[in-house]
Structures are given as structure tokens and as C-alpha cells.
T-cell receptor
């Protein structure tokens, strides 16, 4: 069975601090996808990134960066120079890759990030 | 950018009433899903739908729930007799040829059962 663990329930930082959100996953599949979603107070799920299990390159997108380490089954997310607008709940999710069909997402419990001015 | 559209954004219903949540998936997507998020908790898979039938469902998706694609564009989730514990945010999602080709969520319907 697949499992995603986000051990940090809530993180509070002051604006301009860097913050890392941890995600550890478990799967027996050799091919899988990892995701991060942002859920602002308005409630929608905002897609941030998708990474497949064959691509361990770290990725940077503006102030966001992701560190995928297969050896430790982790897919951590760092926000550099955090801003108040980054305040949200962040979910890590895992899916097996079924190239011919559907696939379902297994979500972690989420980390609430509070960025204060 | 193509969107998954959900209506209504918020619905209040009395316990025991039937409710239908509506979704319009992205037009060229083939796979459709419903997920649920009880307030303050994680997002959980309910059901997936492909080729006009359920392809997988979770333990949560019991006989009170049903899904339908009535007209080729809408995708609905029906709860026959709502309970207080059905109060949650319900997300519709669609994907094209599996997870590789994108997986898009709607903005959700907040269901409140009173």
C-alpha cells in the first residue's frame, strides 16, 4: 500500500525566512509520480509540481525548489524568502504510474504554513 | 488554461436529503475522479470513472454514493441520504490517459449537512 507522511503539522515563519516542508513516501512500485499541491484558505487545490520516479533532478521554479531523493524516499519542498501569500496548507501526494489507464492519488495529511509579516 | 468546473461552490442540505454535486471535466480528458476532504483532514480518494463505468472505488464510497456521466460533459456525484459526517469539501478531477498526462482538480464543492 502507498503512504505519504508529512510529519510537520504546522510551521510558522516570519516573512523572508526560508522554509522546508518535508514529505516521505512509501510505495512498492518502481514507477510512480510525486506531487505537491497548495491549498489556500479559499479551499481549492493548486497544482505546484509533478515529478516522476526516474527523474531525481532537483527543480527550481522562482522561490520554490524541490529536492527528490529516492534513497531516502523523500520529496521535500523549500520556499525561499517566504511571503505572507505563501500561507496555506501544502499537500504532498503519490501516485503509481499506469501508462494505459487511470491512477489515484494518495495524499499526506498536509502541512499548514503560516507566514507572518 | 483548461479547467475542471464544479457547481455549486457551497451547498447546505438537511440530513437525510439527497444531494447531487456537479462537475464538468476537461473536454478531452478520459478519466474522472471524486475526492473528499473532511475539514482539517487530508484529501481522500472516493471513486474513479472511465468508459462510463466505475474503475475503482474506496471503502468510503458505499451504497449511499453513486456517480454518473449523464450527457457526455457532466460528471456527477450523488449522495442518496446525507449524514452529518458527509460534510466535507468534494473535489472533482479529470486526467488524460492516466497520470502521465496531467491531473486537474476543480475548485471543490463544500457540502454542509445540518
Amino acid at each position: 500500500a502507498q503512504k505519504v507522511t508529512q510529519a510537520q503539522t504546522e510551521i510558522s515563519v516570519v516573512e523572508k525566512e526560508d522554509v522546508t516542508l518535508d514529505c516521505v513516501y512509501e510505495t512498492r512500485d518502481t514507477t510512480y509520480y510525486l506531487f505537491w499541491y497548495k491549498q489556500p484558505p479559499s479551499g481549492e487545490l493548486v497544482f505546484l509540481i509533478r515529478r516522476n520516479s526516474f527523474d531525481e533532478q532537483n527543480e527550481i521554479s522562482g522561490r520554490y525548489s524541490w529536492n527528490f531523493q529516492k534513497s531516502t524516499s523523500s520529496f521535500n519542498f523549500t520556499i525561499t524568502a517566504s511571503q505572507v501569500v505563501d500561507s496555506a496548507v501544502y499537500f504532498c501526494a503519490l501516485s503509481e504510474a499506469l501508462f494505459s489507464g487511470y491512477s489515484t492519488l494518495t495524499f499526506g495529511k498536509g502541512t499548514m504554513l503560516l507566514v507572518s509579516p | 488554461e483548461p479547467e475542471v468546473t464544479q457547481t455549486p461552490s457551497h451547498q447546505v442540505t438537511q440530513m437525510g436529503q439527497e444531494v447531487i454535486l456537479r462537475c464538468v471535466p476537461i473536454s478531452n480528458h478520459l478519466y474522472f475522479y471524486w475526492y473528499r476532504q473532511i475539514l482539517g483532514q487530508k484529501v481522500e480518494f472516493l471513486v474513479s470513472f472511465y468508459n462510463n463505468e466505475i474503475s475503482e472505488k474506496s471503502e468510503i464510497f458505499d451504497d449511499q454514493f453513486s456517480v454518473e456521466r449523464p450527457d457526455g460533459s457532466n460528471f456527477t456525484l450523488k449522495i442518496r441520504s446525507t449524514k452529518l459526517e458527509d460534510s466535507a469539501m468534494y473535489f472533482c478531477a479529470s486526467s488524460d490517459r492516466g497520470i502521465n498526462y496531467g491531473y486537474t482538480f476543480g475548485s471543490g464543492t463544500r457540502l454542509t449537512v445540518v
